[in-house]
């Protein structure tokens, strides 16, 4: 089962780059890598989504080396509303129906919470 | 198009009462979670559903039980809460397997 670790705080100055590594050594092959963003007294909000190499949309950046043990959000050029706390989810649900009668371990990190000063 | 919906968003129990918290989601989405969040820690996944009728468990199940009778909603039942399950419960759905969850307000029950 994959654990994740993640830094458990950070600080960056309004127009920086912001990178956060998630680690995951014992990742399945089935797993994919998924960042969250959470802001107080509010669920989580999906930011990107990723298998491997790089992936990007128009709020960050995904980067998965080719072992896939850790995963690196990049947010690019952070504001006073990108303070929040991030989540590095690492899991796989089957798609089939019914009960198997098993469980499954969705692997949300301990969070890393992202303070951006002005 | 309200997305995911939690009620309630408050409840106190004493400890052996039981209740039911309700999620309904407009999105028509298949897959449906519970996850629990205390404090300082993350969402831990507490059973979740691939789709009307089906239930299977997630990593923290015993002491809940969930039903998905519609496809719209997932309840979250407990039978005789513990103290233990002081939280705050998250909702979440996606279209399919793990594929970009959306996230609930959240519930906070506290039980004494």
């Known amino acids: 089962l994959a654990k994740t670790t993640q830094p458990i705080s950070m600080d960056s100055y309004e127009g920086q780059e912001v990178n956060i590594t998630c680690s995951h050594n014992?990742?399945?092959?089935?797993?994919?890598i998924t960042w969250y963003q959470q802001f107080p007294s509010q669920g989580p909000r999906f930011i990107i989504q990723?298998?491997?190499t790089k992936v990007t949309n128009e709020v960050a950046s995904l980067f998965i080396p080719a072992d896939r043990k850790s995963s690196t959000l990049s947010l690019p050029r952070v504001s006073l509303s990108d303070t929040a706390v991030y989540y590095c989810l690492v899991g796989d649900i089957p798609s089939s129906r019914g009960n198997s009668g098993g469980y499954q371990k969705v692997t949300f990190g301990t969070g890393t919470k992202l303070q951006v000063i002005p | 198009n309200a997305g995911v919906t939690q009620t309630p968003k408050f409840r106190v129990l004493k400890t052996g009462q039981s209740m039911t918290l309700l999620c309904a989601q407009d999105m028509n989405h298949e897959y449906m979670y519970w996850y629990r969040q205390d404090p300082g820690m993350g969402l831990r996944l507490i059973h979740y559903s691939v789709g009307e009728g089906t239930t299977a468990k997630g990593e923290v199940p015993d002491g809940y039980n969930v039903s998905r009778l519609k496809k719209q909603n997932f309840l979250l039942g407990l039978e005789s809460a513990a103290p233990s399950q002081t939280s705050v419960y998250f909702c979440?759905?996606?279209?399919?397997?793990?594929?970009?969850?959306?996230f609930g307000p959240g519930t906070r029950l506290t039980v004494t």
């Open positions: 979440a759905s996606s279209p399919h397997g793990l594929d970009e969850q959306y």
């Open positions: 990723g298998y491997k």
């Open positions: 014992n990742i399945a092959t089935n797993d994919y």
